[in-house]
């Protein structure tokens, strides 16, 4: 199985400022297609995993544009351009290269 | 509006089996595929398997091959998932997710989960 491995694991954050989360793969996600086999989704407290990006940096539908992604291959990087209070919560990729599709480990924002 | 809507919580003996709901309302169930995926008590996500309503493919991680079956009920829109031979390890939140119309693994709605107890 693909290894998704994210850093840091808990980020406190001050509203206002930005944030970023880092995800490797152990394999490379680039398709032939030339987009990559990675996701982003926010668990807020209390309730259900939500789509924030796909495909490696393509927002999800009413996903705020404070949110962006980047990365190819192995390394990528979920950053939110000012945090805001509602941002809070565990933010985990996945990869959907392979069957079984695998998530990280998740990263823990939090409210300084 | 798009809804997965999944049934109740459960407490089960080891041993015994469990089976969820997830009810999906909104869309042309046949069209999409449903995924399964799994948390333990404050741990991560876990992928389970996926079934596709139209035409029946289903797949399994190989973790739970063998203890679990996705079953659908295409009258109800509803899917089924079935985890036999529980374990204490088991317990968690169970989700049943929609995979997307652009890709079947990327996850663009999901239940609200249904909280599994194995004791």
């Known amino acids: 199985d693909i290894v998704m491995t994210q850093s840091p694991l808990s980020l406190p954050v001050t509203p206002g400022e930005p944030a970023s989360i880092s995800c490797r793969s152990s394999q490379s996600l680039l398709q032939s297609s030339g987009s990559n086999s990675l996701d982003w989704y926010l668990q807020k407290p209390g309730l259900s995993p939500q789509l924030l990006i796909y495909l490696g940096s393509r927002r999800a539908s009413g996903v705020p544009d404070r949110f962006s992604a980047s990365g190819s291959g192995t390394d990528f990087t979920l950053r939110i351009s000012r945090v805001e209070a509602e941002d809070v919560g565990v933010y985990y990729c996945?990869?959907?290269?392979?069957?079984?599709?695998?998530f990280g480990q998740g990263t823990k924002v939090e409210l300084k | 509006q798009v809804q997965l809507v999944q049934s109740g919580a459960e407490v089960k003996t080891p041993g015994a089996s469990v089976k969820v709901s997830c009810k999906a309302s909104g869309y042309t169930f046949i069209n999409y595929y449903i995924h399964w995926v799994r948390q333990a008590p404050g741990q991560g996500l876990e992928w389970m398997g996926f079934?596709?309503?139209?035409?029946?493919?289903?797949f399994y991680a190989q973790k739970f091959q063998g203890r679990v079956t996705i079953t659908w009920d295409r009258s109800l829109s509803t899917a089924h998932m079935e985890l036999s031979s529980l374990r204490s390890d088991d317990t968690g939140v169970y989700y049943c997710?929609?995979?997307?119309?652009?890709?079947?693994?990327?996850?663009?709605?999901w239940g609200q989960g249904t909280l599994v107890t194995v004791s």
């Open positions: 997710a929609r995979g997307a119309q652009i890709s079947r693994s990327i996850f663009d709605y």
């Open positions: 079934f596709y309503p139209n035409g029946g493919d289903t």
């Open positions: 996945m990869q959907t290269l392979q069957i079984p599709g695998t």
